[in-house]
C-alpha cells in the first residue's frame, strides 16, 4: 500500500556548498541544511535550483529541480538513484511504491533517492494532455498514401498544440535533453557530499544513467540497467526493432491464450483468429457499445482500430497486463466490448466516466515531457520538418509490409520532425564502465527495450553481468521474482556480482489466466464460487487493478449496481451497492483488502437466490464463505 506523503519543499541556489566526505553521517541533518525536512513519510524532499544550461556561463536562467531522499535505516554504504521510465514519469510518484518493494537490506544500507527530472512532476509539471487525447485517438494507419498524409498532418498539429498547451518556453525547450538533466543530479551528488553514486536506471532511465556514467565515470560505484537501451542504437534503427518486438510479443500473448483451454474457449476457441477479425472489423468502420455508469446509467460511445490497438501495446508490458488483455478479449468475443474500453481510457489517462483527460495534478506521467527530452536526445532525418516526415514515411514502408501487428509503434516519434528542439547529429560512443561492475537486466517478452539493446551493451562493458529473463515483463526487479531480485540485492548490499557472466532466469509470457464471470449467477454451483468469481472481477477490474491507491473511485459493475473503494487506515476499503458480475448475485455491503493482501467482504445477496454471507479470501488464494443463503445455513471453504 501506498504511504500518505506530505511534501516538504525548499529551495537550494548550488553556490558555494561545502562537500562532505564522511560516508557515515546524519542524512536527516544534512537533508535539512540543504531545505529538506524529515516528515513522517517514506521520502522527504529537497528542491535545487539549477542552471536551464550547464554548459554555458552566459546563461543565468535558472529552473527547480526536486528530489527524495530516505535515509538508511543502518550502516551507511552511499546512496541508491533511481531513473525510472518514459521519458516522462515522475520518479517521486514510484518512490514510495518501488521503496516498499525492495530488499530491506537494501534500504538499510544505502539512502534512497528518486526525483523528478527537470520538467516533470514537481520539477515543472508540463503538461498536454488535451493534445495527446487527441493525437493517440486519431487513425494511426499508414497503408494509404491519404493516411500517411494524415499521419503527418496529425503530428505536426499534435507538436505544435502540446507546446502551446503545455506553456513551453521554446527557447528553453533545448535544454530538457538527458545531457542537461544528468548534471541536474551530479549537482545533487555534490550537494549531499557523496562521492560516488549507486545507479538504476530503468527503460529510458537507462538511457539516464549510461549518460551520467559517461559523463562522470569516477562518480560511479556500480550501474545497474533495466530494460535496456543501446545508445549506440539510431533512431530509426531502434524503432524497426522495437516495432518488430511489439508484433512478436502481442503474437506470444494471443499464443499463449491458445494454449490455455478457458482462454482459447472463451475467445471463441482462438485468440489469434478473433483479435485478426476484430481487428479487421475495426479497420472498417468503429463499433458502437453501451458504457456502464455508476448509478445504473449507460452512455452510448464507439470503439475504434485506434483504441484497440492502443490497449494491445499497452498491456503488453508485463505478464499480468497481458492476462487482463486476454480477458477483456475474451469478453469482446462473448459480445462485450466495456473491458476494452475500460483499458483504453487506462492506457490513454482518461476519466472512464467522463472521457476526459485526468487532472493534471492527478497523473504520473507527461506526454509534454516525453517529447522534450526524447526530441532532444535522438535525430530524425535531415532537411525541412516536411522533408523529415515524408522520410520516415518511406522508412515506415517496409516496416508496414513485414510486420503483421502494431506497425504504428514506428512512428511513435513522429512529432519530433515538427518539435523545437536541438538534437545531436551522433550517436554517443560505447560504454565501456571501465572500473565500474554493471547489471544488465532484460527480459525475452520486452516489447518496448527488446532484449538485443541489452545483450550488445552487455558486449562491450569492461566489467558487466547479464541477467535475463525467459518471457518476462518490461523492467524485470522489483517484481517479486526471486532469480532477478535476488542477484540485484546481493550486487548492491554485498557488492557480490552473479557467479556467471550470463543468467538465465524462468519465467512466462503471461499470468495464468484468470476466467471471465459468467453472463448469469445460475452457472455457479455454489455461493463459494460465485464470490470468488466476484473477488476475481474486482481484482482485475482496470480502475481498480491501476488504482493509484489514493482516490476515493466510483465505477459501475458489469451486470449493474456500483463499486466504490478508497484507502483507509486498515488497508483499501470496498463498498458494494446491487453490484453484480453475474446476472442475478447482486451484492450490497462493505469489503477491505488489507496490506497482506488478504481480502474479506460481507454482502447481503439478492437477485434469483438471495442471502447475507461473510466472505474471505486470503493472500495464498484460501477461500471461504458462511452465513445464509437459499435459507440455508451454509459454511464453505476452497479445501472443503
Not at 503538461?127 to 498532418?153: K, R
Not at 483499458?343 to 522534450?372: F, K, R
Not at 512466462?508 to 476466467?515: K, L, N, Q, R
Request: charged content about 20%.
Amino acid at each position: 500500500m501506498r504511504a500518505f506523503r506530505v511534501y516538504f519543499l525548499a529551495t537550494l541556489v548550488l553556490l558555494g556548498i561545502p562537500v562532505l566526505v564522511n560516508a557515515q553521517r546524519d542524512m536527516t541533518a544534512i537533508l535539512a541544511g540543504l531545505g529538506g525536512y524529515a516528515c513522517l513519510t517514506v521520502i522527504s524532499h529537497v528542491t535545487l535550483t539549477v542552471p536551464l544550461n550547464h554548459f554555458s556561463a552566459d546563461d543565468t536562467r535558472r529552473i527547480d529541480v526536486v528530489f527524495g531522499v530516505l535515509p538508511a535505516t543502518g550502516e551507511r554504504k552511499g546512496m541508491f538513484v533511481t531513473a525510472v521510465g518514459g521519458p516522462g514519469y515522475f520518479g517521486l510518484s514510484y518512490a514510495d511504491s518501488y521503496t516498499a518493494a525492495f530488499d530491506p537490506a537494501i534500504t538499510e544500507h544505502f539512502d534512497i533517492v528518486f526525483f523528478d527530472q527537470r520538467g516533470e512532476g514537481l520539477s515543472g509539471n508540463f503538461q498536454c494532455q488535451n493534445a495527446a487525447t487527441v493525437y493517440y485517438s486519431s487513425d494511426t494507419g499508414a497503408e494509404t498514401p491519404e493516411q500517411e498524409q494524415a499521419l503527418i498532418s496529425n503530428a505536426r498539429t499534435f507538436a505544435n498544440v502540446c507546446v502551446e498547451e503545455a506553456g513551453f518556453d521554446i527557447s528553453a525547450l533545448p535544454y530538457y535533453s538527458t545531457v542537461q538533466s544528468i548534471e541536474d543530479l551530479d549537482l545533487f551528488r555534490k550537494a549531499i557530499g557523496d562521492d560516488k553514486l549507486w545507479l538504476y536506471g530503468e527503460s529510458y532511465g537507462t538511457q539516464y544513467v549510461q549518460t551520467y556514467t559517461a559523463a562522470h565515470p569516477d562518480h560511479v560505484a556500480a550501474l545497474i540497467t533495466d530494460g535496456t537501451v543501446d545508445l549506440n542504437t539510431s533512431a530509426l534503427d531502434y524503432y524497426v526493432e522495437q516495432t518488430q518486438a511489439f508484433n512478436d510479443v502481442l503474437a506470444q500473448t494471443l499464443q499463449a491464450c491458445n494454449q490455455d483451454a478457458i482462454c482459447a474457449a472463451q475467445t471463441a476457441g482462438d485468440a489469434q483468429a478473433f483479435y485478426d477479425d476484430l481487428a479487421a472489423e475495426l479497420s472498417s468502420s468503429p463499433q458502437a457499445f453501451d458504457f456502464p455508469l455508476p448509478g445504473n446509467r449507460h452512455d452510448s460511445r464507439q470503439f475504434t482500430l485506434a483504441d484497440l490497438e492502443t490497449v494491445a501495446a499497452g498491456q503488453l508490458y508485463s505478464e499480468d497486463g497481458r492476462m487482463i488483455f486476454q480477458r477483456a478479449l475474451a469478453a469482446a468475443a462473448n459480445g462485450d466490448l466495456v473491458p476494452l474500453a475500460r483499458l483504453a481510457y487506462y492506457n490513454l489517462g482518461l476519466d472512464p466516466e467522463t472521457t476526459q483527460p485526468i487532472p493534471a495534478g492527478d497523473v504520473t506521467y507527461s506526454d509534454a515531457m516525453y517529447y522534450a527530452i526524447e526530441c532532444n536526445d535522438y535525430d530524425f532525418f535531415s532537411g525541412t520538418p516536411e522533408a523529415k516526415a515524408e522520410a520516415f514515411m518511406r522508412a515506415g514502408d517496409n516496416v508496414e509490409a513485414t510486420v503483421p501487428y502494431l506497425s504504428s509503434v514506428f512512428y511513435g516519434d513522429l512529432p519530433c520532425v515538427f518539435w523545437p528542439g536541438k538534437p545531436p547529429t551522433e550517436r554517443p560512443k560505447s560504454l565501456v564502465a571501465e572500473g565500474i561492475p554493471t547489471l544488465v537486466l532484460g527480459a525475452t517478452a520486452d516489447p518496448a527495450t527488446p532484449v538485443d539493446n541489452g545483450k550488445r551493451v552487455f558486449s562491450r562493458l569492461a566489467d558487466g553481468y547479464l541477467v535475463t529473463t525467459q518471457g518476462g515483463a518490461h523492467v524485470i526487479f522489483g517484481r517479486g521474482d526471486a532469480c532477478p531480485d535476488e542477484l540485484v540485492t546481493a550486487f548492491l548490499v554485498e557488492g557480490t556480482p552473479p557467479d556467471k557472466r550470463e543468467t538465465m532466469c524462468n519465467g512466462v509470457v503471461a499470468s495464468d489466466y484468470v476466467s471471465l464471470a459468467p453472463s448469469d449467477s445460475q452457472a455457479f454451483d455454489s455461493p463459494l464460487l460465485a464470490l470468488d468469481s466476484a473477488y476475481d472481477e474486482i481484482y482485475y477490474l482496470p480502475e481498480y487493478y491501476y488504482w493509484d491507491y489514493d482516490t476515493l473511485t466510483l465505477t459501475a459493475c458489469s451486470q449493474g449496481g456500483t463499486l466504490a473503494f478508497a484507502p483507509s487506515a486498515q488497508g483499501t476499503q470496498f463498498h458494494l451497492s446491487a453490484c453484480a458480475f453475474s446476472a442475478g448475485f447482486a451484492m450490497t455491503g462493505t469489503g477491505l483488502l488489507d496490506a497482506d493482501g488478504n481480502f474479506s467482504l460481507d454482502v447481503r445477496i439478492d437477485g434469483q437466490r438471495a442471502g447475507q454471507l461473510s466472505y474471505s479470501q486470503d493472500s495464498e488464494g484460501f477461500s471461504s464463505v458462511s452465513g445464509e443463503f437459499d435459507s440455508n445455513t451454509i459454511a464453505l471453504s476452497s479445501d472443503s
